[in-house]
């Protein structure tokens, strides 16, 4: 029994730790591709992805403002606004514009 319970603890941790991963190094590598997508006119895609994004994760800043770039790119300029007003409503955005500075330099 303690073996058991041994065993479902480490696991925890790996599963914790995995997801930190995923989050810290594989979802920034996401965000930036589609980022590039947009940059490239590709929206309909990116749209389709940042909204899959957004369904897991409904306050994800950075994933509404490219969705608001997006849309804005399609000029359906009253969708890009609602995008952005949430971003600013969310507040958090300004610390991750300036990773995304960071990474774009």
Same mark, same amino acid.
């Given at each position: 029994?303690?073996?058991? *319970?041994?065993? &479902?603890? *480490?696991? =925890?941790? &790996?599963?914790?730790?995995? !997801?930190?991963? $995923?989050?810290?190094?594989i $979802?920034?590598?996401?965000? !930036?591709?589609?980022? +590039?997508m947009?940059?490239?006119?590709?929206?309909?895609? =990116?749209?389709?992805?940042?909204? !899959?994004?957004?369904?897991?994760?409904?306050?994800?800043?950075?994933? +509404?403002?490219?969705?608001?770039?997006?849309?804005?790119?399609?000029?359906?300029?009253?969708? =890009? &606004?609602?995008?952005?007003?949430?971003? *600013?409503?969310?507040?958090?955005?300004y610390?991750?514009?300036?990773?995304?500075?960071?990474?774009?330099?």
């Amino acid at each position: 029994m303690p073996l058991t *319970i041994l065993i &479902i603890i *480490i696991l =925890a941790g &790996i599963i914790l730790y995995l !997801s930190f991963i $995923f989050r810290a190094y594989i $979802f920034p590598k996401k965000i !930036s591709q589609i980022a +590039h997508m947009i940059e490239l006119n590709n929206t309909k895609p =990116a749209i389709k992805l940042l909204k !899959s994004i957004i369904a897991k994760n409904e306050r994800n800043a950075l994933a +509404h403002w490219y969705l608001g770039e997006a849309y804005y790119k399609e000029k359906r300029y009253e969708l =890009a &606004i609602v995008e952005y007003k949430f971003v *600013i409503k969310l507040g958090s955005f300004y610390k991750n514009y300036q990773r995304l500075k960071l990474e774009k330099d």
